[in-house]
């Protein structure tokens, strides 16, 4: 704790975050893998989204586990299991074993899911403006994470699609980085207040916000590859395309405090709007391939503005002793939007009557604007309060 303002403490705490969206960085290879195994679109997308499942419950057992055996062993547990999970699929050929070994991958990540954000609103609680840069910083970091590994997949998948798995191999890097580096970090909040504290009500309503948006984000990941493969055939390598929307995001991570310092809770408004537009594009882009990448790539601006914003707020709507607990919260929501993305796909696909991949889209567009029309509204009425209060 005393050490918390180190340099290399502070590298390390981020580090195990690049890790934390690399469930997607073999998207790459899901046309490979589809024709090799002879899987359905469904089931090539499962690949991509199952780790999300294991993460929703080890999320849920991560403050158990933490209580018990402490933040920093149960960080190292997890990463054990994304490495061992991870590179299990290039040793194995049946798709169930596939299945089981990226549920494994999924466990790992819940383990430590949480505690990565967890951790710095722990050790900067009171300074807000560092919370919210290393909040940024730590976006920014899953970006980087996403976008090295996704190329280096993509390298590894010009050999062979087996191999695009053995990106996971870095997490017993990041576990050596992390062992040595960061302390044992413990919440020093009293307990005995504990049971009289609540979370807001406001946690679940964001948790439930960050499953629609995390659904959307991975659906244009796992349908992206596929799109690309529709138009420039279905040996066209996608990789070096999907790690161009990580750099975007890590870009806007980097700025995400400097923004959030000048236009304050409106970061959510600009990144809904983005949103929308990149939805819009992708929706109309079949048969256009520079409209395609231009959704795309602007799809990768509004997670990072949007989601430093939603664990910023965290502060304002949860107590220090249920910080984890709210993180968990918001997290499982994340976990299981990206786990459900196929199957709100298919969904959408059937509810749109169209056999076009790129319908769904047109949906999703229309359901943002909703959301975006609801949040304006509500600041329009908390500022008429503020009048009212005023006069």
């Not at 899987?39 to 849920?60: D, H, K, N, R, Y």
């Not at 806007?252 to 949103?275: A, D, N």
Request: hydrophobic share 55%; net charge positive.
């Amino acid at each position: 704790m005393e050490k918390r303002n180190s340099g290399l403490t502070q590298v390390a705490i981020l580090a195990i975050s690049i890790l934390l969206t690399s469930a997607t960085a073999i998207n790459g290879a899901l046309p490979q893998m589809r024709a090799s195994l002879s899987m359905t679109t469904t089931q090539g997308e499962l690949v991509a989204t199952v780790p999300s499942l294991g993460v929703v419950i080890f999320v849920v057992l991560s403050s158990l586990i933490a209580k018990k055996i402490g933040i920093k062993r149960t960080v190292q547990i997890g990463l054990l299991l994304v490495g061992f999970g991870g590179i299990a699929p290039i040793f194995l050929v049946n798709y169930p074993l596939i299945i089981v070994s990226r549920f494994v991958l999924g466990a790992g990540f819940g383990l430590f899911n949480s505690l990565a954000v967890s951790i710095i609103n722990i050790l900067y609680r009171d300074e807000e403006n560092r919370r919210a840069n290393m909040l940024g910083f730590r976006g920014a970091a899953e970006n980087i994470g996403s976008a090295v590994m996704t190329i280096a997949a993509g390298i590894l998948l010009s050999i062979s699609w087996k191999l695009s798995f053995g990106i996971y191999a870095i997490a017993f890097v990041v576990l050596i980085v992390f062992t040595l580096f960061v302390p044992e970090i413990t919440d020093k909040t009293p307990n005995k207040m504990n049971h009289k504290e609540k979370i807001n009500m406001t946690v679940f309503l964001l948790a439930l916000f960050a499953l629609f948006l995390v659904m959307t984000f991975v659906a244009i990941g796992v349908r992206f590859p596929a799109m690309v493969t529709s138009m420039r055939g279905e040996n066209y390598n996608a990789s070096n395309l999907l790690a161009v929307m990580p750099i975007i995001g890590i870009i806007t991570g980097f700025f995400f405090g400097r923004i959030y310092q000048v236009i304050g809770e409106k970061c959510l408004h600009l990144g809904l709007i983005l949103l929308a537009v990149a939805t819009l594009l992708i929706g109309i882009s079949a048969g256009n391939f520079p409209v395609l990448l231009t959704g795309y790539f602007i799809s990768g601006i509004p997670g990072s503005l949007i989601f430093p914003f939603i664990y910023n707020s965290l502060n304002k709507y949860a107590p220090a002793s249920k910080m984890n607990v709210a993180t968990s919260i918001i997290l499982i929501g994340c976990n299981l939007g990206s786990f459900l993305a196929p199957f709100g796909l298919n969904l959408l696909q059937k509810v749109g009557g169209s056999e076009s991949i790129f319908i769904p889209f047109i949906a999703l567009f229309t359901i943002i604007l909703g959301i975006l029309m609801i949040f304006v509204i509500r600041d329009m009425n908390l500022l008429q309060r503020k009048v009212d209060k005023t006069e």
